[in-house]
């Protein structure tokens, strides 16, 4: 390393607590933890030990955040992410973040830089949406409603209120962002993807969240017996479906931009008989870029496939978006700080978008945000197979603390 | 009409007993009648009665085979089909060529000729395969063990033998083919295609029933988040099956001879979700032609296709054969007499194959048999939906009925 931070965090501390929190809803190398789940309702209030023992004054609010800050009047930086998982997760994927955020206020702490500076730092409740996606991180900014969050329901149809009582978070206190006090936000998180791993770098510094919209792709034709109906007499849709979805993937091909990724995740024929001519065809697809003018470029795309296939009276052909996510610049300013923050302690590193959402996403429409990525061995996560080097974990934290000391000039 | 029969048929006769059959799992406008359900055994009993009222000896064999043969030592000839339906048939699908076969068999006692030529009618059990694919057909021609026949089983678990004791069938006399007595077996069966209507013609000669060879083909890559992995770096299952059906529908094209079909009825990728690239997908394809060295060379493309994809170590390619029907020529010698038949009555007529499956089928492998179809109007069956013209029913018998004078040479 080329300098040291004044905030020095404790690498084997960093460790045992991460391997702690993944005993709870441990599976054989992974974590089952769903948001208000018995194993992430406990593993909130052994976090919620840690912070105080680590000196931070801690809380859980209304809808289940775990909110530690330091005890003094000094602007803070929020250090987050969120300890619940998707059914079958990894051990870092949310974790790393708010384990990250524990040590270096406590290292903050035990230096004597409270006054200084301080951290808040927040496990937010279940942004991986087994409810409602980045519930906690929307509630902590003030963007969901008491109407809009008792819509949410589980995939075992407990409604979210329902939920929030039996965990026992009924009636705490709301936790807000508060512009006046808090400086920026930080997520750490590991890449779930190759690309660092790829490129032999121990972190990524995230440009932003990519923009995410989706379509349902419906190709109407008519059911017919596929032994007596000639070739020629047919409206078959699942033909039709396979040669859009075709020229699809080569339209797409062409406009796509550096960093545009697609998938064509589900396609369905109904009946789905293997005697039966296909009445119906429903293929889901997905765009993702950081660029609004390259989502807007790829849209086009797709219904330019459609215009172009053959005028056919036998088949009819329907395009509708059903999500559509704007894409979330990380603060520049921030991320630089993270960018000099790395070479100055000698960490090789990368610019690169995160393809997935994060509790970022949420936080970066109100306060500066920026995020760190580090390596996931084999690009894997929602898996078992989650892993991360121990060398890289430790290098993300340190990076993250210089981030925090370049930022508040300690 | 040129010439009229010896046999002359009752067409207010004909139609009131389709419709009476028509009652028993009546729907709207088609009929639910699956083997062995309620509907089914009831019309069972009813068309015993109606053979008795006509002279017939009338009997349920073993399997629930209603068999009615007229009371004479002369040979005779099968009319059959089946009154078992799909869980949503239409009327005439099965129960057409029973009514013809009761029709011509009451018109022959009736006009003293039974002792000159004798009729079998048979409503075979169960051609629909509820439990197993013509049951009824493959155990009247000795094809169907004790033991094959104890693994039958419906969509909802029920055992065949149990259904068969519950509908009072067990213990019946078998009754048999016998190739002393039968002189050739003939149905006549709705198309269930649009090939007639389109053609204008009145009836079709099968010529045979078409062989069903059918293909599962597993595509495997690897599962991974259809965000963070970039494009260059996925093992696509899913785009690369779009590739595969896609080169797969030009080569069959190439191979394909003048009546042959095909389907890809299914399609599936897993995972299936929108965010995650297709680690599996499954297609269900298959051939249809009457020629042997054609369902060959379709096979043969299919194989020929998977070679010649680019290989890519990140995907495999598996392709299983799962049912392999051969094709069943119909007797040409017969078939010339019902040709013969209808140009004697001036009914227009088509050779053609038969996309379907039908008793026919079994019975070509043990005596001379025949098919007339006649037209589906819009070429519907398998539904509500289905329905002839009633003109074109009594054309049918008529042809039929001329076709039976015709062998017998009255």
């Known amino acids: 390393m080329k300098q040291t931070s004044r905030i020095e965090i404790n690498p084997e501390r960093l460790l045992k607590d991460l391997k702690d929190l ?9 974590v089952s933890r769903v948001s208000f789940s018995e194993a ?13 023992r680590a000196g931070l004054n801690a ?14 009047d000094a602007k803070s930086v929020i250090i987050g992410s969120h300890t619940d998982s998707v059914p079958v997760g990894g051990w870092l994927d949310g974790s790393l973040g708010v384990i990250y955020g524990l040590e270096i206020a406590r290292s903050i702490i035990e230096l004597g830089l409270a006054n200084e500076i301080g951290i808040d730092v927040i496990s937010f409740m279940d942004e991986e949406g087994t409810y409602l996606p980045c519930l906690g991180s929307k509630r902590f900014c003030r963007e969901l409603g008491d109407d809009e969050l008792a819509k949410g329901q589980s995939p075992s149809g407990e409604r979210l209120p329902d939920a929030v009582e039996r965990s026992g978070f009924m009636g705490n206190p709301e936790m807000s962002i508060d512009r006046a006090r808090h400086l ?12 660092l791993e790829a490129s032999r770098k121990e972190i990524g510094i995230v ?15 008519e059911a ?3 032994g007596t109906v000639p070739m020629s007499m047919r409206k078959d849709a699942g033909a039709a479906a396979i040669g ?4 699809l993937y080569k339209e797409i091909a062409k406009t796509k931009g550096p960093e545009s990724v697609w998938n064509a995740g589900s396609i369905k024929f109904e009946p789905g008989a293997a005697n039966v001519v296909p009445a119906k065809a429903e293929i889901i697809f997905e765009i993702r870029d950081l660029e609004p003018d390259i989502l807007n470029a790829l849209e086009t795309s797709i219904h330019k496939t459609v215009e172009n296939i053959s005028p056919d009276d036998n088949i009819t052909y329907l395009v509708t978006k059903t999500i559509d996510i704007p894409p979330s610049a990380m603060d520049t300013g921030l991320s630089d700080h993270i960018l000099r923050s790395a070479n100055a302690i000698g960490v090789s590193n990368m610019k690169m978008p995160s393809g997935a959402g994060h509790d970022a996403m949420v936080l970066s429409r109100h306060i500066q945000s920026a995020m760190l990525f580090i390596p996931s ?15 890289h974990i430790i290098t993300g934290c340190r990076v993250l603390a210089k981030t925090v000391e370049s930022i508040t000039s300690l």
């Open 224 to 226: 017919d017996h596929a």
């Open 207 to 221: 440009t932003g969240i990519v923009g995410i919209r989706r379509f349902k792709l419906e190709i109407t034709g």
């Open 40 to 52: 992430d309702v406990q593993a909130r209030h052994w976090l919620k030990t840690q912070m105080e």
């Open 377 to 391: 061995i084999n690009g894997k996560s929602h898996s078992e197979s989650e892993d991360t080097l121990e060398e």
């Open 184 to 195: 920026a936000y930080l997520e750490a998180h590991i890449e779930q993807g190759p690309r």
């Open 59 to 72: 809380e859980f609010d209304a809808v289940g955040n775990v909110h530690g800050r330091t005890n003094t």
């Open 244 to 247: 859009l979805l075709h020229s």
């Open 22 to 30: 993944a005993q709870f809803g441990r599976l054989t190398t992974g």
